[in-house]
């Protein structure tokens, strides 16, 4: 078994030299093996290693002794050991989660704290582990992805041990007189993964002996080729990426539309994972195929606060944005007013000649303005005049290419519905000075 974890650890370069380790150490047979093995490696790689031992408030004095003999087992080896207690069962309720889902997370969340950004994680994952984690995620749905199953090596955390053998490992532990607690919810079933070692494996292992070996061996074979795939979706993913704001995502919607629909997924959940710290689900990917199908100005609304929408020849994800409110301020000739809203100062005064106008400022035929003036967000009803007719401004912003989300920021310098400049993108035609011109009203929009 120590030859297996060693050739493990080397083969996947888990742990480098003089590296900071925090070992889990629950005090099952698996994890006192896992920290005997890597402390008797530590000396010639220089590690640092910590033990972890997270006492998660559910089994009474079976759980204080459990953190007993953790600790006297680290003191033996003299190595450091943190404790870290908790009460799973209400923060399960507050989570609204299983509290075998809230101990996992509880456990890793402290895993992480100790081990900082550039500590290393290990866990005594073993093969049969493996075949559970395999099953598990069949019963519940799953692609090439989840039938791998658990990596060597995932960020951070590292299983020396997942090639190794629970026999194996308890042979280990007798042949080097390691002690071990047995955990008794092990034999609960009321936990998924408990029905599974109990009732499930034991049906497989009748039908072929080496069912579980099998299992992991397959999980194996798939990772291969899931990280070859990965490879591949990778460079697709970069491929149909276009330039984009700060914030957003944007996918050339014609390259994704000619990918292989195995690879287009693939991309698309690389797009999602951009925003997500969890796994993202297929039934977002499958909302973001349909949606790829739909014409533009589409959109969808994600649970998890993700926004995504076909603008033209792109596919956009992003944060979801708060809906901007809607503002009006009027302009009073000869002041500067600022408007907070649209982060502008707008200065609107009168001439009785034309002037010299900077790009920021505009001319208009002040005689033809017939009302108040005001700077404000699109209404219904805004419309703009063009040389032959009128347009909506709402066809204004779908012809000029306004992100949806941005369309309630456009600053409009309107009396009543019309619109004499819709800011950054057209002028009224009906109110630009002539030779008939005997007053100019002129107005200049500068950052606030």
Same mark, same amino acid.
């Not at 042949?175 to 008794?184: I, K, P, V």
């Not at 970069?238 to 984009?244: D, F, L, Q, S, Y």
């Given at each position: 078994?120590r030859k297996k974890a060693?050739?493990?650890i080397?083969?996947f370069?888990m742990?480098?030299?003089q590296?900071h380790i925090?070992?889990g150490l629950s005090?099952?047979?698996d994890?006192v093996?896992?920290?005997h093995?890597?402390?008797?490696?530590?000396?010639?790689?220089?590690w640092?290693i910590?033990?972890v031992?997270v006492h998660h408030? *559910?089994r009474g004095?079976d759980?204080? $002794?459990d953190?007993q003999?953790?600790?006297?087992?680290c003191?033996k080896l003299?190595i @450091?050991?943190?404790?870290r207690?908790y009460?799973?069962?209400?923060?399960a309720?507050k989570?609204?989660?299983?509290?075998e889902?809230?101990g996992?997370l509880?456990r890793?969340?402290a895993f992480?704290?100790i081990?900082g950004?550039d500590?290393?994680?290990a866990?005594a994952h073993?093969?049969?582990d493996?075949?559970e984690?395999?099953?598990?995620r069949?019963c519940?749905?799953?692609?090439l992805t989840?039938l791998?199953?658990? @990596?060597?090596?995932r960020g951070?955390?590292?299983?020396? *041990?997942?090639?190794?053998?629970?026999?194996?490992?308890?042979?280990?532990?007798r042949?080097?007189?390691?002690?071990?607690?047995?955990?008794?919810t092990n034999q609960?079933?009321?936990?998924?993964?408990?029905?599974?070692?109990?009732?499930?494996?034991?049906?497989l292992e009748?039908i072929?002996?080496?069912?579980?070996e099998?299992?992991a061996?397959?999980?194996?074979i798939l990772s291969?080729?899931?990280?070859?795939l990965?490879?591949q979706?990778?460079?697709c993913y970069?491929?149909?990426?276009?330039?984009?704001p700060k914030?957003?995502v944007?996918?050339?919607?014609k390259k994704l539309?000619?990918?292989h629909p195995?690879?287009r997924k693939?991309v698309?959940? $690389?797009?999602?994972?951009?925003?997500?710290?969890a796994?993202?689900?297929?039934?977002?990917?499958?909302a973001?195929e349909?949606?790829?199908t739909?014409d533009?100005?589409?959109?969808r609304?994600f649970?998890e606060g993700i926004y995504a929408?076909?603008r033209y020849?792109?596919?956009?994800l @992003?944060? $979801?944005?708060e809906k901007?409110?809607?503002?009006?301020?009027?302009?009073?000739?000869g002041?500067t007013?600022?408007?907070?809203?649209?982060?502008?100062?707008?200065?609107?005064?009168?001439g =009785?000649?034309a002037e010299?106008?900077s790009?920021?400022?505009k001319c208009?035929?002040?005689d033809k303005v017939d009302g108040e003036l005001?700077?404000r967000?699109?209404? #219904?009803g805004?419309?703009?005049?063009?040389?032959h007719g009128?347009k909506?401004?709402k066809?204004?912003?779908?012809?000029?290419?306004v992100?949806r989300?941005?369309?309630e920021?456009?600053?409009?310098?309107?009396?009543g519905? =019309?619109?004499?400049w819709?800011?950054g993108?057209?002028?009224?035609e009906?109110?630009?000075?002539? =030779?008939? #011109?005997k007053?100019? *009203?002129?107005i200049?929009?500068? $950052?606030a």
């Open positions: 078994m060693r050739n493990a080397e083969k370069h742990f480098p030299r590296a925090v070992v005090g099952g047979a994890s093996a896992l920290l093995v890597l402390y008797g490696l530590r000396e010639g790689f220089q640092n910590t033990a031992h408030g *559910l004095e759980a204080d $002794k953190q003999f953790a600790e006297e087992f003191k003299e @450091s050991c943190i404790v207690r009460d799973v069962k209400a923060e309720k989570r609204k989660l299983g509290e889902e809230t996992r509880l890793y969340e992480r704290e081990a950004e500590g290393f994680i866990v073993h093969r049969k493996q075949a984690t395999v099953l598990m069949l519940r749905g799953t692609g989840g791998v199953g658990m @990596s060597p090596v951070n955390i590292c299983r020396p *041990l997942l090639f190794c053998s629970r026999e194996e490992i308890e042979q280990y532990c042949e080097n007189d390691l002690m071990w607690r047995e955990d008794a609960e079933e009321k936990y998924t993964r408990n029905k599974l070692r109990l009732q499930v494996l034991p049906v009748e072929n002996p080496k069912a579980v099998h299992i061996e397959t999980a194996e291969v080729e899931e990280n070859y990965e490879l979706a990778a460079a970069e491929a149909a990426k276009e330039t984009a914030g957003e944007c996918l050339n919607r539309q000619e990918l195995a690879m693939r698309l959940r $690389k797009a999602m994972a951009e925003f997500l710290s796994d993202v689900s297929q039934v977002q990917i499958d973001l349909d949606l790829l739909k533009t100005g589409k959109s609304d649970l929408e076909n020849d792109v596919l956009v @992003s944060r $979801k944005k901007a409110e809607g503002y009006q301020s009027a302009l009073p000739l002041e007013v600022v408007i907070a809203e649209a982060g502008i100062a707008v200065t609107a005064w009168t =009785e000649k010299s106008v790009e920021n400022t208009f035929d002040y005001f700077c967000s699109r209404k #219904t805004d419309f703009i005049s063009m040389k009128r909506k401004i066809d204004l912003f779908i012809d000029e290419k992100p989300e941005e369309r920021r456009v600053p409009l310098i309107a009396v519905e =019309e619109v004499l819709a800011v993108l057209r002028v009224s009906k109110y630009q000075p002539d =030779e008939n #011109t007053k100019y *009203l002129y200049r929009i500068e $950052k």
